[in-house]
């Protein structure tokens, strides 16, 4: 049976020892945040994942969700699993505190979902889309909505989704069919398919809130091939009354739910919309005026604020799968004896050594670990600039650049090695890790849609290059390279240091340079940027990691040389931080001379 245990001390040593957020008091959200409180929480989520969310993972694999007549379930256990989480208020952390939430900054929700997507991710995929959805209303709802029902999905009595995709548009929203038409009560009807929507239908609540985009059709009725017309809807699947009252279903029925390679316990849904009611979230588009140029509409940034969130949330998956999948394989290499130590025997008195003894297992191992461990604390890093950036600290503007520069690199990179994570835990194994009882190749299905959904991963790549760097004549880059520098400059003459300041500022050069030649390359032919995106995602991705792993040495080594009691811990992190140094950054030159090498063979192949 596949295990998993809330990583704790590691939560403890990123908020606590790395970020000090007992510091951070001014910022918004952070003021309660008491150690008292932030271990209270820890604890009690890590025990939930653990007890509850974790047991009902691989059954729900196996017998997965259903559709019969119509109807949806959910696996068995899950209806009642729904029903603790919402009770014990998990679904209620982050949520407007006049909406009846806990109003606690995203630091901790993200912790909190981290634990629960690595417990069992098809569940916490309900109650994570369900919290885009209310943060979506609760930002661009009517009073009425907010009361009536924002703060049931706050609660857990309802659920919520993002729908966007149709069959014939993904990434390219321009091409979206789904049209909603202005009835007199300024209601709209909303007609369309939407495909592969997460919770679109199911057995846990008794009513759902999508969250909708649609076209509005020109007075003609025509729809155009852009996003001017896009804007976003609420569309209940039973009716609610702005006095709260639940009325008729609406137009909305379940086509069926996919059958699919991972995430089986989730319900990805096909939605037909046949004139259902719906209600436009945001100010009312204004159409232009004839010869004027077509802008996205005013409605497109309720979706790209949800969509923002859900990125971030998706990269914590690769980082919460990551994590179980890492757990699983440290254990099996614990039990399974298999050759022996290169060196000579580690067990004489035994038929064969642990598979850990081996030099390749450990690599394996070793990959994993830093992958996790330091994607969290750049994933906790950027929680805290998002809220410095709502601070009125004078570094406010600089945190938003960073935040913003850092969510499409948490979701890519994340993901990306989350995903290897995975298969390295899996190769662990050996055969054993291909056959479905052990567990462990859940992980890689489940894992695997992480690279794709909420925009596929070379979609990220292209936001990061094509829009991130370039904002505000590159501030965000100059912001993170200064940083980064800073560091540098203050640890450069620490002799303890100098093994993280040589790999970061190898790093560092690498990502530099490649920016600059983006910069120079990629304006004059758009392929040039194109075809090393994925590469620069992945240089940033290692590049900032390799500066959290340098700054987590540097706690470490002050924690060992003031005689820690848990000493062990903290030699763990000098080894990953080692291996991040010694296998991770030699990539970056690589990735340099790839993107110099521009996209002519790439956009020569036919
Ligand atoms: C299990 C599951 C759950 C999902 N949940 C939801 C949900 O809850 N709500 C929702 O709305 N959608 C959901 N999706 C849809 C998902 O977000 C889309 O599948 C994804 O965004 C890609 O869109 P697409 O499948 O249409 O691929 P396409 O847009 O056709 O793209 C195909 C591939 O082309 C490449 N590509 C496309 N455009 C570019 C570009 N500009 N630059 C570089 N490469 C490009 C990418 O490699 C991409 O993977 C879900 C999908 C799955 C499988």
Same mark, same amino acid.
Request: glycine content about 28%; charged content about 20%; proline content about 0%.
């Given at each position: 049976m596949p295990i998993y245990r809330a990583p704790l001390d590691d939560y403890r040593f990123v908020l606590n020892e790395l970020l000090e957020i007992d510091k951070q008091r001014d910022l918004p959200g952070y003021a309660d945040l008491t150690p008292d409180l932030v271990e209270d929480i820890l604890v009690n989520a890590g025990k939930f994942c653990e007890e509850v969310l974790q047991p009902i993972n691989q059954s729900g694999d196996e017998e997965g969700a259903h559709f019969e007549n119509g109807v949806v379930r959910t696996p068995k256990g899950f209806k009642e699993a729904y029903k603790a989480y919402s009770d014990a208020g998990w679904g209620a952390l982050g949520a407007p505190a006049d909406l $009846? $939430? +806990?109003?606690?900054p995203i630091s901790i929700t993200m912790a909190v979902g981290e634990m629960a997507m690595a417990a069992n991710q098809s569940f916490a995929m309900y109650p994570g889309l369900t919290s885009a959805a209310y943060s979506a209303l609760a930002a661009t709802g009517l009073p009425w909505m907010r009361e009536h029902i924002a703060k049931k999905m706050i609660s857990g009595e309802w659920c919520g989704t993002m729908c966007l995709t149709e069959p014939g548009c993904g990434t390219d929203l321009r091409l979206m069919k789904t049209r909603a038409v202005e009835q007199p009560d300024g209601t709209y009807k909303l007609t369309g398919t939407k495909i592969f929507i997460s919770g679109g239908d199911h057995d846990l609540t008794d009513n759902i809130i999508h969250m909708v985009i649609a076209k509005i059709p020109d007075p003609d009725g025509q729809i155009h091939d852009d996003l001017s017309t896009v804007n976003f809807f609420m569309v209940p699947k039973f009716i609610v009354g702005e006095d709260g009252k639940v009325g008729a279903r609406n137009g909305v029925t379940t086509g069926g739910i996919e059958k699919k390679m $991972?995430?089986? +316990?989730? +319900?990805t849904c096909v939605l037909n919309f046949d004139e259902a009611t719906a209600w436009r979230l945001g100010p009312k588009p204004t159409p232009p005026k004839p010869g004027e140029k077509r802008h996205s509409s005013a409605g497109m940034a309720g979706m790209f604020g949800m969509m923002n969130g859900a990125r971030l949330g998706v990269g914590i998956q690769g980082i919460a799968i990551g994590e179980v999948a890492y757990q699983n394989g440290y254990a099996y290499v614990h039990e399974r004896r298999v050759g022996r130590a290169l060196t000579g025997p580690a067990e004489p008195g035994e038929s064969a050594d642990l598979e850990i003894v081996h030099p390749d297992v450990k690599r394996m191992l070793l990959h994993s670990k830093s992958f996790v461990e330091g994607a969290r604390a750049l994933a906790m890093w950027t929680t805290l600039n998002m809220a410095v950036a709502h601070s009125s600290r004078p570094d406010a503007e600089a945190a938003g650049l960073l935040a913003d520069l850092m969510t499409p690199v948490l979701k890519a990179f994340c993901t990306d090695m989350g995903f290897e994570a995975a298969n390295l835990a899996m190769q662990c194994y050996g055969g054993h890790g291909y056959i479905r009882d052990n567990g462990v190749e859940q992980f890689v299905r489940d894992g695997r849609i992480n690279q794709t959904y909420e925009g596929a991963n070379g979609v990220q790549a292209m936001d990061l290059v094509g829009r991130k760097l370039g904002r505000k004549g590159g501030a965000a880059p100059f912001a993170l390279f200064g940083q980064i520098n800073g560091w540098l400059e203050e640890n450069g003459k620490d002799e303890a240091m100098a093994p993280y300041v040589k790999g970061i500022k190898r790093g560092l050069d690498a990502l530099q340079g490649a920016t600059l030649w983006l910069a120079q390359n990629g304006l004059a032919n758009p392929n040039n940027a194109g075809a090393g995106a994925y590469d620069y995602l992945r240089m940033m991705g290692i590049v900032v990691t390799a500066w959290m792993w340098g700054r987590m040495a540097k706690v470490a080594n002050a924690k060992l040389a003031a005689g820690q009691d848990d000493p062990a811990f903290y030699k763990g992190k000098i080894t990953s931080a080692k291996y991040w140094m010694e296998r991770m950054i030699p990539e970056c030159p690589m990735l340099l001379e790839r993107i110099q090498a521009g996209a002519d063979t790439v956009m020569a192949f036919e």
């Open positions: $009846g $939430g +806990a109003d606690l $991972g995430i089986k +316990a989730q +319900a």
